[in-house]
């Protein structure tokens, strides 16, 4: 799979992210987005083989638009030049949590997992409860070499450990968290070989499928907020 397509394009976006030059090169976007939505779609057939949950799932319906939203940012330019997508059991919905990735040129690309949004209070309680709870078997997947090699948990945190919870807890720092989430980053040689690239996300997303599981479990009967 040829992935160079999409790192050409989102890096002549960046140069030029204007809604002009955006709308005079929407053939080399088709294009672009086209194979992005090969890849992701490959993704789904092997991340279906340890994980059922997203099998049903397409591509279309997995991805986000250039577009940025600029009327609460200093930034006013008109696109976020990355292609997304979040692998996920209710598709974009970032919960249940799901396998995430991001391509963006400049050594910003990621793959990532877990919950990212810190705004639903009833998730991090949910998660916090069942971290307490459910201490031992948290730290076992956090502590599996496959896991440990590549990732760290990352998350929104508060400086002390919210009331109703032990100060004490073994998983203390991790209670102290508002979203809980994995990052791991890739260089643009690595995106730009699309086996490569493919065969790097399936084993990574392998190794945190536990950790997702585990935000799964705890996130059991959540239901998003309507708007």
């Known amino acids: 799979m040829d992935t160079r397509l999409i790192l050409n394009y989102l890096t002549n976006l960046n140069e030029n992210n204007n809604r002009e030059w955006y709308h005079a090169h929407k053939g080399e976007y088709k294009e672009a987005n086209a194979q992005f939505e090969a ?15 997203i099998l049903h799932r397409e591509a279309k319906e997995l991805t986000f638009k250039l577009v940025r939203d600029t009327r609460f940012s200093h930034d006013k330019s008109p696109y976020n030049p990355a292609f997304r997508a979040h692998i996920g ?12 990735l991001m391509i ?6 990621f793959l990532g997992g877990g919950l990212f949004a810190d705004m639903f209070k009833d998730a991090t309680s949910m ?18 070499p496959d896991f440990q090699k590549d990732f760290t ?3 929104t945190a508060l400086k002390n450990v919210p009331v109703g919870y032990d100060r004490e807890h073994p998983q203390a720092e991790f209670l102290k968290l508002k979203s809980w989430y ?11 070989d699309g086996d490569l690239f493919l065969a790097e996300a399936v084993r990574l997303f392998q190794a945190m499928k536990p950790f997702n599981d ?10 998003m907020p309507s708007r």
């Not at 963006?104 to 690309?109: A, F, H, L, T």
């Open 39 to 53: 890849l992701v779609q490959e993704l789904i057939f092997q991340i279906g083989k340890f994980d059922s949950s």
């Open 89 to 100: 059991p209710k598709g974009k919905l970032p919960v249940p949590v799901g396998y995430y």
């Open 104 to 109: 963006k040129p400049g050594g910003q690309s």
């Open 127 to 144: 998660i916090r409860d069942y971290i307490a709870a459910n201490g031992g078997e948290w730290e076992k997947i956090l502590h599996a």
């Open 153 to 155: 948990v990352q998350g």
């Open 182 to 192: 994995l990052e791991y980053s890739v260089m643009d040689d690595v995106v730009a």
């Open 214 to 223: 585990f935000l799964n479990r705890a996130l059991e009967g959540f239901e």
